[in-house]
């Protein structure tokens, strides 16, 4: 398979843009409380494929070289992309790697919380548990981010908006994980442990990410002006 890496760039970013701006609606109790619990919780659903899709877009782009590597004339170029390869070494890509596997928890997470009638128990190990051990993966991945630019694993042209991208995605992981801290059950109750950290660290969250992905789009086009033709 084919990809023009510019073409790569603009859906890996537009995909995390939809799917954070799901994510960021879903979380305001005004929507909810006007299209109702089960179409607020499909709205957190289809963010989690757009976030999933954005991700594995992002893996193939770390892990492909010709599709980051570019200038003016050769971001138009179809390069091949590597559907698999291992490199542990490269904070870039071991992030990339951590971030995917994240986003399909969240799919199991959003998904089963669309059901009705669950048990509290159920809820507890169906949606709050991967919720959380994605909100992990996320945040090990964020940081892992902020070290590839730290230490020059991305190209000198990206490291200035890499920071303020990478950044961004960090706040935002930490947001999730205040808000998955705050969604666990109470033990023996359906009630949420603080629901109001849920709710503001969801949608603080899904700003962080949502302000990152649009990053993206400038920082490309900032780092063509950089680089001879």
């Not at 960090?170 to 849920?198: E, I, K, Y």
Request: glycine share 8%; net charge neutral; aromatic share 12%.
């Amino acid at each position: 398979m084919e990809v023009r890496p510019r073409r790569l760039n603009q859906g890996v970013s537009w995909l995390f843009l939809i799917g954070s701006a799901c994510f960021a609606l879903g979380s305001v109790p005004a929507y909810a409380d006007l299209v109702g619990t089960l179409s607020d919780d499909v709205t957190f659903f289809i963010g989690s494929l757009f976030f999933t899709s954005a991700s594995a877009g992002q893996l193939l782009q770390a892990q492909t070289p010709g599709a980051t590597d570019v200038n003016v004339m050769t971001q138009h170029l179809p390069v091949t992309v590597r559907w698999r390869d291992w490199r542990p070494r490269d904070d870039f890509w071991l992030a990339a790697a951590l971030q995917f596997p994240g986003t399909l928890f969240f799919n199991v997470s959003t998904f089963v919380a669309c059901a009705r009638a669950l048990s509290p128990d159920q809820v507890q190990a169906h949606v709050w548990r991967p919720d959380f051990l994605g909100s992990i993966l996320f945040l090990v991945s964020s940081g892992l981010a902020m070290l590839a630019v730290r230490r020059d694993h991305l190209p000198h042209r990206f490291r200035q908006w890499g920071w303020w991208i990478a950044g961004l995605n960090l706040l935002g992981s930490l947001a999730f994980m205040a808000s998955a801290v705050g969604a666990r059950l109470v033990p023996g109750t359906a009630d949420a442990v603080n629901p109001t950290l849920a709710d503001a660290g969801t949608l603080v969250g899904a700003l962080g990410f949502l302000l990152g992905a649009a990053l993206m789009l400038p920082a490309w086009e900032s780092a063509l002006k950089k680089e001879p033709a």
